[in-house]
């Protein structure tokens, strides 16, 4: 059984500071790794796509794959209180391209 | 605005009712998924259609009926429902079915209180 796992939080963090969130998953061939923000009531969207080892960057947003340690993280600069929401991270789950979810990590940015 | 359109946005029907759940995408995905939400938890998955065939069935109770009539529309018909069915359901497409590595797009959701 595929498992992706978050620590669920909430991480608090002060305005402007980095947010870091963190991410595990079992399956040491997995190919690629999403994140998800989900404001609450409302869906979840896409927010990074990392397929390959390092770093991907996009505005304030950083996500870092490391597949030998089998970990994937979100870095948020510059933490604006609109951060505020649940963070998700994915994982295809093989055959069926099923969506292995984390539990979520709820972040707060506190103004 | 999300390329997977969902209607309704809200729905309340009693433990007799038939309703019907509408999920519509024009990316030319060619999977197309439904999942529940419940509060506070992250997406279950229901079904996934892949090229118009229902490919999975995660062991959903009969009450729910997924119909993919084309592959850019997604139904979830509805019959005698429970309170315990009362969740966020959410659409979503991916490019392909079958093994991928692409992420799924998600629809605003449909948020179904059972009375």
């Known amino acids: 059984q595929k498992e992706v796992e978050q620590n669920s939080g909430p991480l608090s963090v002060p305005e402007g500071a980095i947010a870091s969130l963190n991410c595990t998953y079992s399956d040491r061939g997995s190919q690629s790794f999403f994140w998800y923000r989900q404001y609450s009531g409302k869906s979840p969207e896409l927010i990074m796509s990392?397929?390959?080892?390092g770093d991907k960057e996009d505005g304030r947003f950083t996500a870092q794959l490391n597949k030998a340690s089998q970990y994937v993280s979100l870095l948020i600069r510059d933490s604006q209180p609109s951060d505020s929401a649940t963070y998700l991270c994915a994982v295809p789950g093989g055959a069926t391209n099923k969506l292995i979810f984390g539990t979520g990590t709820l972040l707060a940015v506190q103004p | 605005d999300t390329e997977v359109t969902q209607t309704p946005k809200h729905l309340v029907m009693g433990m007799t009712n038939k309703k019907s759940l509408k999920c519509e995408q024009h990316?030319?995905?060619?999977?197309m998924y439904w999942y529940k939400q419940k509060a506070k938890k992250p997406p279950e998955l229901m079904f996934v259609?892949?090229?118009?065939?229902?490919?999975i069935n995660e062991s959903v109770p009969s009450r729910f009926s997924p119909e993919c009539p084309n592959s850019s529309l997604l139904n979830l018909h509805l019959h005698a429902l429970q309170p315990e069915d009362s969740a966020l359901y959410l659409c979503?497409?991916?490019?392909?079915?079958?093994?991928?590595?692409?992420?799924?797009?998600f629809g605003d959701g449909t948020r179904l209180s059972i009375l």
């Open positions: 259609y892949s090229y118009e065939k229902l490919s």
């Open positions: 979503a497409s991916s490019p392909t079915g079958g093994y991928s590595n692409q992420p799924q797009h």
């Open positions: 990392i397929y390959s080892n």
């Open positions: 990316m030319g995905h060619r999977a």
